[in-house]
Each structure stands twice: as C-alpha cells, then as structure tokens.
C-alpha cells in the first residue's frame, strides 16, 4: 500500500488539489475535471493503438536492420528515416516517448532519436498540410526550410554535448522500460 501511494503521489496531490479548488470555486473546479476527463478519454483511444504498434515494431523488426538504417553509422539515410517516421506518425507527442524507447533497443543511434522526436512534434504532415491551406504556402515551406535544419542542428548538437556515460544511461533506463506496463 505505501509503495502505492508513493508511486502515484503527484497524481493523489493533483486530485487534492483539484477537490480543493472545486470547493472553493465550484466552477472552475468542474472544468478542470471535465477538461481532464476529456483528455483521458482521448488518451484510452490512443494509447492502446500506439502499445499494439510497438509490439509489432518489438517483434517484426529485427535489430540489425534497426541498426542499419538508423544507427550509428547509418548517416544521410538515419537522419531521412528518422526525419520521415517522425513526419508521419500520428497520435500526441506523448506517444512518441514509448516508441524513443523501442527504438533505443533496437539499437537507433541517440541523434536519431532525437530528429524522430523533434520531428513528431514539428513537421507531422496534417499539420503540414493544414498550414498550406490555412497560411500558405510561403509560410509552411519557410517554417519546414527553418525546422527541419532546426531539428536536425539541435539532435546533433545534443549527441555531442551530452556525455557518453549520460547518453549510456538513458540508453540503459530504456532497456528497462517496459512499454507495455
């Protein structure tokens, strides 16, 4: 029971939290639980998919070939399948997190992860889309001339600057993650 309640502590003082604010301002209070139901809601709708995925990713995918094109010494084409599954994935960029994870078992060098996640979250292609339509054309090609170098610069940047043992180390909490549980 202790280890219960010290694994999901924050989540315990949050809801405190939101029971406070719901009896001192009832309508506030109210939102909050509803904006929350809401995004729960929208996360059990997500979340299985993206797990299901993975599993398929884990098995079908062998590990060599996760190394070839994406590892290490897997340049130019790396940072293209990176910059490309990041561009196409679906889904919030909480899910991309789990899926960082898969691909740093599979033995994905740690500048490609980091362009997968930068872009999952910059240069999905709906939004893409959406922007031409919206705001046009010299704008989405300005902002994808701008991030895409951006995502690039910062992953690599990133793999240089962060020590080897610290890079070891996330590599290492990842072998532990179970993403499924």
């Known amino acids: 029971m202790v280890n219960l309640i010290k694994r999901y502590r924050s989540f315990l003082v949050v809801l405190v939290c939101v029971g406070l604010l719901t009896v001192f301002n009832r309508g506030i209070g109210i939102k909050a639980l509803s904006i929350s139901a809401r995004s729960f809601v929208e996360m059990l709708f997500i979340i299985p998919p993206v797990f299901v995925l993975l599993g398929l990713l884990d098995v079908w995918v062998p590990r060599e070939s996760m190394i070839r094109y994406m590892g290490e010494g897997s340049g130019l084409k790396g940072v293209l399948l990176s910059l490309f599954i990041g561009s ?67 992953a690599l940047l990133l793999s240089k600057m962060g020590g080897k043992e610290e890079i070891k180390q996330i590599y290492d909490n990842a072998e532990k993650i179970d993403p499924c549980s």
């Open 88 to 154: 196409a994935a679906a889904g919030p960029l909480y899910a991309a997190f789990p899926v960082s994870a898969v691909f740093m078992k599979k033995g994905v060098s740690f500048s490609n992860v980091m362009i997968f996640i930068g872009a999952w979250s910059t240069t999905k292609i709906p939004m893409v889309l959406f922007e031409f339509e919206s705001l046009g054309s010299a704008f989405a090609l300005t902002r994808l001339l701008v991030d895409i170098p951006g995502i690039i610069i910062i």
